[in-house]
C-alpha cells in the first residue's frame, strides 16, 4: 500500500508550494488540496507564463495526473469558475483531471459579506483577512449549519442556501451593517449572488465523488499521492500566531482530517521555506525589517501577495519558528525557495533565538502577539552573484553553501530540493527524493 506524501509551507504562508507541487507532480498519480480556499495563491511560471491558482491542485497542468479538491477545502463557485476559465483560455480542460469531493463545504456570497463586516467592525484590530469569505465559512462548517458541496445535486440546496444566508443577514445588522453597506468584488450583493448561483452549474460539471473511498483506494491500490497544502504552517487555527491565523488546520495533521486518510499513512512531508521570511496583513513578525534590507527583499523577491497584491512584510529567516514548524509537521526534506533573492546582500542574516525579558529562547512562544521579542541573529558573507546559470548544487557559490549547511545543522533536517528561480525549470536537487 502506498502512502501520501506531504508538501506544505512552514512559514506565514507565500512560501512557492505551488511552484513545488508543479515539479514534483511527474513522481505522483494523484495531486491532492486538504485545507484552504481561494485564500491561496499557488504561483507556477513555465513557458514564459505565470499561472495562479487558488482553489484547484497545482498538478492541474500535467494532463495525465489527476487532481483531487479534498473534503477540507472551501469552495467559492464564482472563483472556482473564474479558475476554470482561466484553464480553459490556456487550453487546459479541468474537466478531464479534477475531481471535487462531496464534503467540500462551499463560501456563499453572504460569507464574503460577513467577512467585509468582520474587519470593518474590528477597526485596528483587524486581521488582515482576504475577504474571500473563509473564516465565516469554517466558522458555520464548526457550526453544523454550512452547505456541502454534494447538496447542490439534491432538490433542498436552495433551501439550504436560503436559510444560512438569513442567519448571515441577521448577523450583519447586529453588527451595525447591512447588505447594502459592503460590495464584493466591486458589485453589489444582488449581482454577485446571481454571478453565483450561475457558477454551481460550472460546478455541477465536475466528478463530484465520496473522496474518502477514492483515496483511500487509490492507495490500496499503489497510486502515489501528493497532498498540497496551503497558507503556511505559522497560520495554523491551532499552532500558528493566534489570533491572526487562518481557520484550518495547515499542518501535516490537517491531511488526515482534510482527505480522509490514516495518520499510518502518511509518508514523506516535504516542508517548504523562504531563504528570509515574508507576512502578509497583521499579526507578530519577530525578524521583521523596516530598513532598506527590507525594501530589498521585497522587490528583489516580487513580494506582493498572489491573491491581494497586498506588498509583504519582509525578514531574515526565523530559526525559532521555522524549527517549531518542523517539528509539528514531522518534516523529512527541507526545500529552499527564492534563495536567489539573496544575491545581492552583503551580509546575510539568520535569527538563531529570541530574547525575551532579558532571557533567551530557541521556542516559540505561546504569547508571541504580546511579548517583546528581541532577534538573535547570527550573521553569514553573501555570494554577490548571480546564480541563474547554476543547474547542480556543485555550481552554487561557496557563501551559498555555507548558509545552507549553517541552517542544515541548526534545524537538523538537510535540504533536499533549492529553488533559484520562480520558473519550474531552475529547481536544483542536492538529494535524490
Not at 514534483?24 to 511560471?45: S, V
Not at 479534477?98 to 462551499?106: C, D, E, G, M, R
Not at 448571515?168 to 446571481?194: A, C, M, P, W
Request: aromatic content about 10%; proline content about 4%; glycine content about 8%.
Amino acid at each position: 500500500m502506498s502512502k501520501v506524501d506531504v508538501l506544505l509551507g512552514l512559514q506565514w504562508g507565500d512560501e512557492g508550494k505551488g511552484k513545488i507541487v508543479d515539479v514534483l507532480t511527474p513522481n505522483y498519480d494523484i495531486i491532492a488540496r486538504f485545507q484552504g480556499g481561494p485564500n491561496a495563491g499557488h504561483t507556477i511560471e513555465f513557458d514564459g507564463i505565470k499561472h495562479i491558482l487558488h482553489i484547484i491542485p497545482s498538478g492541474i497542468f500535467h494532463k495525465d495526473k489527476d487532481n483531487l479538491i479534498g473534503n477540507g477545502v472551501l469552495i467559492e463557485p464564482v472563483i472556482f469558475k473564474q479558475e476554470i476559465e482561466s484553464l480553459a483560455d490556456k487550453g487546459v480542460d479541468a474537466t478531464i483531471n479534477l475531481v471535487i469531493s462531496k464534503k467540500a463545504h462551499l463560501i456563499l456570497p453572504s460569507h464574503r459579506l460577513m467577512d467585509a463586516a468582520n474587519e470593518a467592525y474590528k477597526g485596528n484590530q483587524k486581521i488582515g483577512s482576504t475577504l474571500k469569505g473563509i473564516g465565516p465559512a469554517y466558522t458555520d462548517k464548526v457550526a453544523r449549519t454550512s452547505m456541502r458541496v454534494g447538496d447542490i445535486l439534491t432538490n433542498e440546496y436552495t433551501d439550504i442556501y436560503n436559510k444560512l444566508k438569513e442567519s448571515h443577514i441577521r448577523y450583519i445588522k447586529s453588527l451595525g451593517f447591512d447588505v447594502d453597506s459592503f460590495k464584493i468584488d466591486n458589485i453589489t450583493y444582488e449581482q454577485y449572488e446571481q454571478r453565483w448561483f450561475e457558477s454551481l452549474e460550472t460546478l455541477k460539471k465536475f466528478n463530484i465523488i465520496d473522496s474518502e473511498y477514492y483515496i483511500n483506494e487509490a492507495l490500496s491500490s499503489g497510486k502515489k499521492v501528493l497532498a498540497e497544502g496551503a497558507q503556511g504552517s505559522m497560520l495554523d487555527i491551532d499552532f500558528g500566531s493566534y489570533p491572526f491565523v487562518t481557520s484550518s488546520s495547515t499542518i501535516t495533521a490537517g491531511v488526515c482530517i482534510g482527505l480522509g486518510v490514516a495518520p499510518s499513512k502518511i509518508g514523506n512531508v516535504y516542508g517548504i521555506c523562504k531563504a528570509y521570511c515574508t507576512r502578509v496583513g497583521s499579526g507578530p513578525f519577530p525578524t521583521e525589517l523596516f530598513d532598506k534590507d527590507g525594501e530589498t527583499l521585497r522587490e528583489n523577491g516580487r513580494e506582493y501577495g498572489s491573491t491581494t497584491g497586498r506588498p509583504r512584510r519582509c525578514g531574515w529567516i526565523d530559526l525559532p519558528a521555522l524549527k517549531y514548524s518542523c517539528m509539528l509537521n514531522g518534516v523529512t526534506h527541507l526545500v529552499i525557495m527564492k534563495i536567489d533573492v539573496l544575491n545581492d546582500f552583503d551580509t546575510i542574516k539568520m535569527c538563531d533565538k529570541y530574547e525575551i525579558k532579558g532571557k533567551e529562547t530557541e521556542k516559540f512562544p505561546y504569547d508571541v502577539v504580546s511579548a517583546e521579542i528581541t532577534p538573535v541573529y547570527s550573521s553569514y558573507q553573501g555570494w554577490k552573484q548571480d546564480i541563474a546559470n547554476a543547474k547542480d548544487y556543485d555550481q552554487l557559490p561557496e557563501q551559498m553553501k555555507q548558509y545552507l549547511a549553517a541552517l542544515e545543522k541548526k534545524v537538523g533536517i538537510n535540504v533536499a530540493v533549492i529553488s533559484t528561480s520562480p520558473n519550474r525549470k531552475d529547481t536544483i536537487y542536492k538529494e535524490i527524493i
